[in-house]
């Protein structure tokens, strides 16, 4: 009661010294305002269904033709898929499946044929694929140091715990982690089987697949006229075959900026997932870029995806404004906006029948 | 709040140890020990008087208030999932992060309290601080210190006006009869003045205070809450004791008034003051809402735990999947692989790191802030505002405002909150003469009628003279002229009574209690007696009617003093304040003398027939000049004096407003008492004759006795003469046979007996409150020989009251009966309406009073609780046997009128306009049966009995058993009770109930401080339960099943992707954004909602009070409302990860980019879903909303811009950006928005369309044209209240039931 014994001393108090004045007798009386009383004017939608009826033939007219747009999109774009795990004995790379070591010296190779029955217009990537495998386990997506990355000399030297157990290696492992370690490694090459049976390799373009900000912000390489001298005192992942200064000849695209790293590293969402290997360039407005007829993949097969029955594959894909193929959302859209259609339809019906009773009557009379 | 800490509890349990010892305090002056050192004062074991009642100090508030905190569960939940982020195995992403919410939650309470603590602590200050005199030996003077400064023991002087800073043992005053007159409106807010008196054979009259030579011992109980027990003695150097009680003990935060100073020996300081031990912090409630919410967190505590169970099997059977470990499975340091069992075991924990939004921690914060702003809204409401006390409605219990909305049962009392309490003498009867009063009666009508209508315009009409010269004087001085004339319609409705309640606290006092018109044959008889001889039993009825009370003279100087104290301590017009203190001493001493005064001003009073009732200055005022000006604007002081002194205004300040009408009304026959002091009582006879009794003794009203009595000696006759007052049956049994031998007089004495009955009998009947008169000649010897024993049971300490009730009762017999009174006490205004409303509403209204059945029963007609047409049982009766078989008749009787469809249906039939026939039934119980009816045997059939009842009137019962009715039903029908009440003895019940109300009105502020809200007027109970209550709990009902609905969605996302993920507990949304979701993206709505949500407007609400059945029957919050918010959020999460899902499906896409899409449609439909809900839109609305979602993208682009290699693993950088400039985003967005709330909407719609609630329809109506709608209420009341044709009720089943369903 403290509280209130005391208010009341302070009013006694307050009221002394206001009264002087004489102005006003003070009043402890609410101000008449709009938003103390509670009468701030205000919308006051009622939901019934002569009111929403048009909101749900709206959205239903609305949502069909971009359904059918993006559904008509996504069948134009052009995609094949070729897997090369080689589970299958008649797998050309059964055999390199089956033999596996994460360090041997000696390339395994296979070579897939395929046929493209359609020719690929416009720019194509392509793709990796790989299926179960689970980029997005926790502790495998918090294994890596990002400031390693973005080529800071402390963490080159003493990498974040994160990284455990790929963190050193005697010297500290650059770039330390799991997802590091874990980096796909297959070399995929793609040749034209010319009607007349030569073998003409196609140019894959290796730059321009990571994000820019990526390549350009996130990740840097430590600061250094020579990148081998400065990773010297770092050791190479476990499971790499060479170190991170020699992942390509050319130094813009070398040690943490190597683009193929890069995307490695923007782990994957789902464990059935796809990353953009190498871009094939439009030529011209006359050829196509990739014309119809025979190719032949050749694989320099190194990423073991046995133990965790995983599987691999080469996407080749054209791409619109919406992405890659995918039809679920032009479905979508469609479904969807028939549904609000047809619900439209049933509330006019039950306007017509029961929204007259309530709510007609009232307004119109 | 009084807090200590451990420390001084600690010290105060040592001290109380030692205290235990001497059941006594003995209390020595400290003069004589001024210069020791302080540990060889005699009274160092006493507390100082420096009060502290902030908890914390500033070293002390951080972990102190975190201790407190950490009571809380939902804190100690969430500092448990703190410290689990940091155990390794777990893997949280980044433990420290954890901590923010936990910490944001905590530092905001913090900051409340500290806040909180520091006004606290700046209150303390300000009381510690203040100025007071002090005795001081070596000085031989008064000093002036500061109030910390006083110590037990000290002598302390406190002048006129003065705050008293200690519990102080009168010792001393200026009054010449020793009394000193003490305001304690700061301690109960009673206004009356009450006396003081020195303790006897102290008060050396006329002569300084000289506290050296005070060398007693003081000796009184250990300090204790009750304001009004105190007992001690003082013990003289030689032995001698004189006893003293809580008449003289002075109280701190008192103030003194009437008197020029005061001193004497502080007794009790500090904390151990009467008035903070009466200090209890504010009351925390649990309510209904709440309780139901605990349990609902407590199944959200199950889902979590099961989500968490499926995440811990999932991983182990994932992992079983393996032959060999691949190469994304992260081995710990040293290359093992845990074992699937155990990574299972941990992912548990990691889980419910990851989960734990799930158990809605925020919602407490939230719910507290929402009730913050519900009470804002409450209290400023200006509906609920009473002009003439200047008070809003007030809520002291912090958390309880939606269970206004679901009051099922109110119980009422009757004395003050139903009626007025305002007593109007009405009728008397005299020696078995009735005098009806007509012509009071006529004026009363005449003012009630102007009450309701337009009485300003009567009163300017009637050109009434001043009633309050000083308030008028007041206002004027105050520049508010037009106080009076401006605010014609609420303002002046009872004109006299703005002037005197908002100025200056005059306690009953307004012209309608203190006028009374006198019958005319009873003046006649009056004066017939008074020219032949000064006795007669009408003078004596008329003596007793004036001085057999506790009533203060005071005169209007005191009243203008006080005023004047409060408003203004330095007043700029110093004349007035001289005057002013002029004429309190003239008055006070020489009034008695200046008997030709008088005479003028009482030729007015004592002959009012010459006048026209009519007339202004039947009014009051006897100053003939100054009604025959009319409206007197006063111009200037002198006039002012002449008016002030001109006048005879003895103001009376009673403890009891049946007192004042009683005094009053003796006024009005001339009998006007002009002064009591604690010896003298001085009474003005018609002929102007002043005599003074000697008071001899007083035995004070007290429940079980039921009467009081003043002794006094006759100066004329010399007897002993006893005049006692009390309840009818209090004073009938104990009318004695005096004349035993004289059998003639003896049978007219019981002829007068039986024809008082009668009468008696007819007041009640008319609604009157009764009161009887009687005396007693006591013999000088007997009433020495009585006397003697008295002063023993007063100077007693164990057992006083017991002794003090065996003494009162020992000399209370044998009484001659004088006559009786019948006083009215009005219904409030708009009682039978609300009342009305109330029921409609759905509530079962009860009147707990205790007064006589007869008069219970007539208020209960008058104000619509029982209905003429309604079939009422009364059960009175002294044998628990008639009791039974009468529950058990009455029962079976209903139950064969409700059962057989017959009866029914005959019944409506007959009486086709005619409600259900249990709706007509009231119930009339009198305490000694209510007892019985509720002992164990009975108490089911007695409930059972209730149940049927409309209305249930319960007479005569006391304080607790009010508490044990309503905690009786509130237990066995588990109802939601409301209980109202005014005064002291509603207390108990206002704290039994779930909610209590305390009006705030004649009696005093214990019922307030008792209760959870506090309004002035009982018709403030419509407009609060059935607007704020109803509003408030609609909008805490939505509120909190949107919170629940809010994360159980936003969680389950989560848990969805952790099929894809090998339940490894990963989340795809950023860690921070995460946060950020939920403390600042999505929590302003909902707290807006909560606060400002407008279902139906107030207007309806109050004109169809049938919509309050939706709390009542908490279809606001029910637990199927619980689980389809649930459901609905299951549903809403899965459209909101599946259709990215399948969007996303096979592409490229990364963790976290994968993640922003579902968090933006998270949020869209977690915003848009509130704006389904939200019924009435404004300008904030919009505001908040669009703001909330504007935030988020600031924000996340913000954070996507600047965070390069922050916050591992999920690294934002840019993934926002990239998102954004994607158009899949877009189309991701909007379709899983629309599908996720299609389902909400259409049923809402449906609804709307095809069964639409009673809300829904009340918003319609709203949209009608204003006469439209009036009509349409009318129709539809119509349809509800005559609920008859059962296929009727069934169409409209789903729609509010109607009351008979």
């Known amino acids: 009661m403290a509280a209130s014994y005391n208010a009341k001393e302070e009013d006694g108090h307050l009221s002394g010294s206001s009264g002087l004045g004489g102005t006003a007798i003070r009043t402890r009386k609410p101000d008449n305002t709009a938003f103390k009383q509670q009468r701030l004017p205000a919308w006051q939608p009622i939901l019934t269904a002569g009111t929403v009826l048009p ?150 373009i290796k730059k321009g697949i990571a994000w820019w900000t990526d390549k350009h912000v996130k990740f840097r390489n430590p600061a250094g006229s020579n990148l081998t001298a400065v990773f010297r005192d770092t050791a190479k992942p476990v499971n790499w075959l060479k170190p991170v200064y020699e992942l390509d000849t050319d130094s813009e695209n070398n040690g943490f900026i190597n683009e193929d790293f890069i995307v490695w590293m923007r782990t994957a969402a789902l464990p059935t997932f796809r990353k953009l290997y190498r871009i094939i360039q439009k030529k011209n407005n006359m050829t196509p870029t990739l014309p119809r007829g025979n190719y032949t993949l050749e694989v320099t097969y190194n990423y073991p995806v046995r133990s965790f029955e995983g599987r691999k594959r080469m996407i080749l894909s054209t791409i619109s404004w919406m992405g890659g193929k995918n039809p679920f959302l032009g479905i979508a859209y469609i479904t969807v906006g028939s549904i609000c259609f047809f619900l439209g339809v049933v509330l006019l019906f039950i306007h017509h029948k029961y929204g007259n009773r309530n709510n007609s009557s009232d307004i119109s009379n | ?91 949280a992403f980044q433990p420290e992060v954890a901590l923010i919410p936990i910490c944001v939650i905590l530092a905001l309470t913090a900051v409340k309290d500290g806040w909180e603590d520091f006004r606290r602590y700046q209150s303390d200050q300000q009381l510690n601080n203040m100025p007071c005199f002090i005795f001081s030996r070596k000085q031989m003077r008064l000093v002036k210190r500061r109030w910390k400064d006083v110590r037990v023991g000290d002598f302390v002087r406190v002048l006129s006006n003065q705050i008293i800073p200690a519990d102080i043992l009168l010792l001393h005053t200026s009054d010449p009869n020793g009394v000193c007159h003490m305001e304690t409106a700061n301690l109960d807010g009673e206004t009356n003045l009450k006396q003081r008196r020195v303790v006897p054979g102290f008060s050396t009259l006329g002569k300084p205070f000289q506290p050296q030579t005070f060398s007693s011992t003081v000796v009184c109980e250990n300090p204790n809450n009750n304001l009004n027990v105190f007992k001690g003695y003082v013990e003289r150097p030689d032995k001698r004791r004189t006893g003293f009680g809580i008449d003289s003990l002075l109280l701190r935060g008192c103030t003194v008034r009437n008197t020029d100073d005061a001193a004497g020996i502080v007794v009790y300081t500090g904390h151990e003051t009467k008035s903070m031990l009466n200090n209890s912090g504010p009351r925390y409630k649990r309510s209904k809402i709440e309780r139901k ?66 158990i809605p921690v925020s919602l407490y914060v939230s719910i507290e802030l929402v009730k913050m702003g519900q009470i804002f809204f409450i209290t400023q409401d200006v509906e609920l505002y009473d002009e003439e006390l200047d008070s809003r409605v007030q809520c002291r219990a912090l958390n309880i405002t939606e269970d206004l909305g679901q009051i099922q049962y109110v119980f009422s009392d009757k004395t003050g909150t139903l009626t007025e309490n305002k007593m109007v003498f009405r009728r008397c009867t005299i020696l078995g003469t009735e005098y009806c009063h007509d012509e009071n009666a006529a004026r009363l009508a005449v003012v009630s009628g102007a009450n309701e209508e337009e009485e300003d315009t009567l009163y300017q009409q009637t050109k009434l003279p001043p009633l309050f010269p000083l308030e008028e004087l007041q206002d004027s001085h105050t520049g508010d002229k037009n106080h009076a004339n401006t605010q014609v319609t609420a303002a002046n409705r009872r004109r006299s009574r703005v002037a005197a309640g908002a100025q200056s606290d005059m306690a009953f006092s307004t012209p309608l209690e203190t006028v009374v018109v006198p019958d005319r044959k009873l003046m006649l008889e009056v004066d017939r007696q008074m020219a032949s001889i000064l006795s007669g039993p009408y003078l004596d009825f008329f003596l007793a009617l004036a001085i057999c009370n506790t009533v203060v003279v005071s005169t209007v100087t005191a009243q203008r003093e006080r005023v004047k104290g409060r408003s203004n301590s330095a007043y700029s017009g110093g004349s007035f304040h001289i005057m002013g203190q002029w004429f309190r001493k003239g008055s006070l001493r020489n009034i008695f003398s200046s008997m030709k005064f008088f ?59 049946d007192e004042a009408a009683l005094i009053h009304a003796a006024k009005a026959y001339g009998f006007t008492m002009v002064e009591r002091t604690p010896y003298y009582v001085t009474v003005k006879l018609p002929d102007d004759t002043l005599l003074k009794f000697e008071v001899l003794d007083v035995l004070t009203f007290d429940s079980t006795r039921r009467r009081m009595s003043i002794i006094v000696r006759h100066p004329h006759t010399n007897e002993i003469i006893m005049y006692t007052k009390g309840a009818d049956s209090a004073i009938m049994e104990r009318l004695g046979n005096v004349f035993s031998d004289m059998s003639q007089v003896d049978n007219v004495a019981k002829q007068i007996a039986v024809k008082t009955q009668k009468d008696l009998d007819m007041y009640a009947r008319d609604g009157l409150r009764t009161l009887c008169f009687a005396k007693k000649v006591i013999s000088e010897k007997e009433f020495k020989a009585w006397f003697a024993i008295r002063q023993e049971a007063l100077s007693a300490i164990d057992e006083k009251e017991e002794r003090l009730l065996d003494t009162a009762t020992y000399i209370e017999n044998n009484f001659t009966l004088l006559g009786a009174t019948g006083i009215e006490d009005r219904l409030q205004e708009s009682v039978p309406e609300t009342i009305q409303a109330l029921r409609r509403a759905g509530m079962q209204v009860w009147v707990l009073t205790g007064d006589k059945p007869e008069t219970a029963i007539n208020i209960a007609y008058s104000c619509k609780l029982l209905d003429h047409e309604d079939l009422v049982f009364t059960f009175s009766t002294n044998r628990k046997s008639v009791c039974k078989m009468r529950l058990e008749d009455t029962l079976g009787e209903l139950r064969r009128s409700s059962l057989s469809p017959g009866a029914e249906v005959q019944f409506r039939g007959n009486n086709s306009a005619f409600t259900l026939m249990e709706h007509s039934i009231g119930l009339v119980i009198d305490g000694p049966t209510l007892s019985m009816a509720m002992s164990d045997d009975l108490v089911e059939q007695f409930v059972e009995l209730c149940k049927h009842c409309r209305a249930v009137l319960c007479c005569r019962v006391t304080p607790l058993q009010k508490s044990s009715v309503v905690k009786l039903i509130r237990q066995k029908l588990r109802v939601m009770t409301l209980a109202i009440g005014d005064g002291a003895n509603d207390v108990n019940m206002i704290q039994a109930a779930d909610v209590g109300i305390g009006v705030s009105g004649q009696e005093g502020m214990q019922a307030v401080m008792a209760s959870d809200f506090a309004i002035t007027r009982f018709k403030h109970l419509q407009r609060l339960l059935l607007v704020h209550g109803h509003w408030c709990y609609s909008r805490l009902a939505n509120m909190v099943i949107y919170f629940f609905y809010k994360n159980v969605a936003y969680v389950n996302l989560l848990f969805w992707y952790q099929f894809y993920c090998g339940f490894s507990a990963t989340a795809m949304i950023d860690y921070w954004l995460m946060i950020f979701f939920n403390l600042l993206f999505t929590s302003a709505p909902p707290i807006m909602f909560g606060i400002m949500d407008k279902e139906v407007s107030d207007s309806t609400l109050l004109s169809l ?30 459209v909101c990860f599946f259709i990215p899902y399948w969007t996303y499906n096979g592409s490229d896409i990364g963790i976290f980019s994968f993640g922003t899409p579902m968090n933006t449609v998270s949020l869209f439909t977690i915003i848009l879903h509130l704006a389904i809900e939200i019924k009435s839109w404004t300008v904030l609305h919009w505001v908040i909303m669009i703001g909330s979602v504007l935030v988020y993208f600031i924000v996340t682009l913000a954070y996507s811009a600047i965070c390069t290699s922050c916050n591992p693993p999920s690294n934002p950088y840019w993934i926002m950006h990239k998102q954004m400039a994607d158009p899949m985003f877009y189309l991701v967005c909007i379709l899983t928005t629309v599908v996720a709330l299609l389902p909400r909407y259409t049923l809402h719609v449906l609804r709307g369309t095809l069964a639409p609630s009673p809300h829904l329809s009340a918003r319609q109506l709203e949209r009608l044209p204003p006469s439209h709608r009036e009509q349409r209420i009318r129709e539809w009341r119509g349809l509800r209240d005559t609920c008859i044709s059962p296929s009727l009720r069934s169409q409209e089943h789903s729609s509010s039931p109607c009351p008979s369903a």
């Open chain 2, 293 to 358: 919410m605990n349990t609902d967190v407590l199944f959200c505590v199950l889902l979590l735990f099961f989500m968490c169970l499926i995440g811990a099997l999932g991983h182990s059977i994932w992992l079983e999947t393996f032959t060999t470990m691949p190469s994304y499975i992260v081995p710990d340091r040293n290359g093992n692989y845990t074992p699937s069992v155990l990574a299972g075991f941990y992912m548990f924990f990691t889980m419910i790191i990851l989960l734990q939004v799930m």
């Open chain 2, 599 to 657: 005479k003028r001003g009482e030729d007015t009073l004592a002959d009012p027939f010459a006048k026209d009732e009519d007339e202004p200055d039947m009014f009051h005022s006897s100053d003939v000049s100054d009604s025959t000006t009319g409206q007197k604007v006063i111009s200037s002081e002198s006039e002012v004096k002449r008016s002030l002194s001109g006048t005879e205004e003895v103001c009376y300040e009673a403890h009891s407003p």
């Open chain 2, 1 to 91: 709040m009084t807090w200590t800490n451990p420390l001084t509890l600690l010290w105060q349990g040592w001290a109380r140890h030692r205290d235990r010892d001497r059941p006594i305090r003995r209390v020595v002056s400290n003069l004589p020990f001024e210069d020791l050192k302080k540990r060889d004062q005699p009274n160092r074991q006493y507390e100082g008087n420096t009060i502290k009642t902030n908890k914390y100090t500033l070293w002390s508030f951080i972990p102190m208030n975190l201790f407190e905190q950490f009571h809380r569960m939902a804190n100690v939940y969430f500092v448990g999932l703190a410290i689990l982020n940091f155990v390794p195995v777990v893997n």
């Open chain 1, 55 to 204: 909101a749900f033939f709206v959205i239903g007219l609305i949502f069909i033709p971009i359904g059918i747009g993006l559904f008509v999109t996504s069948n134009n774009i052009k995609e094949i898929e070729i897997e090369y795990t080689g589970t299958e004995r008649s797998s050309p790379c059964f055999n390199c499946s089956q033999n596996f070591s994460w360090n041997s010296t000696t390339p395994c190779k296979c070579v897939l044929s395929f046929f493209l029955d359609q020719p690929f217009e416009s720019n194509v990537f392509m793709y990796y694929g790989l299926s179960n495998f689970y980029q997005n386990h926790r502790r495998y997506v918090k294994s890596r140091d990002d400031s390693q990355l973005n080529g800071d000399l402390n963490s080159l030297k003493d990498p974040s715990k994160e990284c455990e157990p790929y963190r050193f290696n005697e010297k500290p492992i650059a770039p330390c982690g799991a997802i590091a370690n874990s980096m796909f490694n297959d070399t995929l090459d793609l040749f034209y089987i010319d009607p007349n049976g030569t073998k003409n390799p196609i140019p894959l």
């Open chain 2, 1105 to 1134: 009070p049938e919509l309050y059945k939706k709390g009542q029957h908490s279809e606001g919050y029910r637990r199927s409302t619980f689980w389809i918010a649930i459901l609905d959020a299951f549903y809403q999460s899965l």
